[in-house]
């Protein structure tokens, strides 16, 4: 059986109870691994406690940031502060210009857009350019926050036409929005997206954006291609 | 006629019951997919169990995926929140009581 991975969980860290429940439920729907996203200032022993309290039920977790910068500038300054803190980087991209830049910089892994907002989608230039994933959070298309799903639609065509990686993900914080993996690919293969590149998009494309970085977080790689195989005995 | 089998695990604050869960179920459908939708769909409820809040659910082998879907965007609003969780799809009843059991 692959092993299903929810990169956007956004818990309510300082309610352990609320966490404990979101976990009940991600281990009952068959995750196997999920995205925390944490604020970038929370304490050591807090983001313990609760990867600590999802690890209780067998769910493995990465840390993950989201940004949601106004500015270029603004993106630019923390990408260079917490590049190397998370094991995610994620932009939730505001407007154009934060999104253009978003999508041609290597050190950012996922792309999202607010599916409520009709001023900032994804275009065919932003696609062209886009070095890591876009990501489709199905929370708000599970709450119906306006019309979603042609929003939804139009990004499966644009990713489809310009080969990009979808990343299917619930960006849920309470328990009622969880849903299995098989109605996720269900549900992205009603709004458009091929079921096998739904299935890649919950499975291999969020697992290897995490192993890829886990491996450029260890302390044996130097750059790309470069890596310490043996070091000297002291 | 062949059909299919999701076995369903309803996740909710108040307890459920059978009525109140074909409602839900037919509403949904009929809401995401119209009433030509409903009629391909044909999501019959088999079985619920309101003990364990599971559920079998049947419905025609070509649009298993619709019923799904379906099944994603029942959220129950803010006042009554639920989250139906689509466990295994089988051809077989037997195949998900093994799952229950």
């Known amino acids: 059986m692959p092993s299903f991975v929810d990169l956007h969980v956004l818990p309510h860290v300082d309610d352990i109870k609320s966490c404990r429940q979101i976990a009940q439920t991600l281990a009952l729907a068959g995750y196997s691994m999920i995205g925390l996203t944490v604020p970038t200032g929370l304490f050591h022993d807090r983001l313990a406690e609760v990867r600590r309290t999802f690890s209780d039920y067998d769910v493995e977790t990465v840390t993950r940031v989201d940004f949601a910068s106004r500015s270029r500038g603004e993106l630019l300054r923390s990408l260079r502060k917490f590049r190397t803190v998370f094991d995610i980087v994620a932009v939730k991209c505001l407007n154009d210009h934060v999104a253009h830049v978003a999508c041609r910089d290597r050190r950012v892994d996922l792309v999202f857009f607010e599916l409520e907002n009709p001023k900032v989608r994804l275009t065919h230039a932003m696609a062209n350019m886009l070095r890591g994933c876009i990501e489709l959070n199905m929370a708000p298309v599970i709450l119906r926050t306006g019309a979603v799903y042609g929003t939804v639609s139009r990004q499966f065509v644009l990713a489809k036409e310009h080969s990009v990686k979808v990343v299917l993900s619930s960006g849920l914080d309470r328990a009622e929005l969880v849903r299995s993996p098989i109605q996720m690919v269900a549900l992205a293969a009603t709004l458009g997206l091929p079921r096998i590149e739904a299935v890649k998009g919950i499975t291999s494309i969020p697992m290897s954006a995490v192993e890829t970085n886990l491996k450029k977080r260890s302390p044996d790689y130097i750059e790309e291609g470069v890596r310490v195989v043996q070091r000297k005995p002291r | ?101």
């Open chain 2, 1 to 101: 006629m062949p059909r299919r089998y999701l076995l369903v695990k309803v996740l909710a604050d108040e307890s459920v019951t059978e009525d109140q869960f074909r409602d839900i179920l037919t509403g949904a459908v009929r809401k995401s997919f119209g009433e030509i939708g409903y009629a391909r769909i044909d999501p019959k409820l088999v079985r619920f169990d309101s003990k364990r809040s599971t559920a079998i659910v049947a419905c025609k082998p070509s649009m298993v995926s619709e019923l799904e879907a379906a099944l994603s965007l029942i959220c129950g609003g803010e006042k009554a929140p639920m989250a139906p969780l689509v466990l295994q799809v089988s051809g077989t009843i037997k195949g998900l009581q093994k799952r229950l059991n």
